[in-house]
């Protein structure tokens, strides 16, 4: 049905930058909300920013003014514009878009998630 591919994971010492990107490819008629989910192993899975279709925002006390969301719906796509990482922002980053999908109507998909480390 609906695929949702993540890019972007990798490495940073601690003040870097990094851009994640997800790209939905399907049977998708429209696009609705987005947002970039993380978890580290033993806590819960938290919201970091979300997107509407609109383009109103929402990000986390813990990413304001320092992570930013994008969306492109010509390219089915979110992004997370990650600056200032701290070594707290090591997780697993997870995005979701909520789609109309043909015949099954609308429904919310997840990546795969990718791997953000933030080293020295």
């Known amino acids: 049905q609906v695929e949702l591919v993540e890019f972007g994971e990798g490495s940073v010492q601690p003040g870097g930058s990094l851009r994640l990107s997800c790209q939905a490819s399907?049977?998708?008629?429209?696009?609705?909300?987005m947002a970039w989910y993380r978890q580290v192993p033993g806590n819960e899975r938290e919201l970091v920013a979300s997107i509407s279709r609109d383009g109103i925002v929402n990000y986390a006390d813990f990413v304001k003014g320092r992570f930013t969301i994008s969306r492109d719906d010509s390219k089915r796509s979110v992004s997370l514009q990650m600056s200032s990482l701290k070594t707290e922002d090591t997780a697993v980053y997870y995005c979701?878009?909520?789609?109309?999908?043909?015949?099954?109507?609308?429904?919310?998909?997840w990546g795969q998630g990718t791997q953000v480390t933030v080293s020295s």
């Open positions: 979701t878009q909520e789609v109309q999908v043909l015949i099954v109507g609308r429904r919310t998909f």
């Open positions: 399907g049977n998708l008629l429209r696009t609705y909300d």
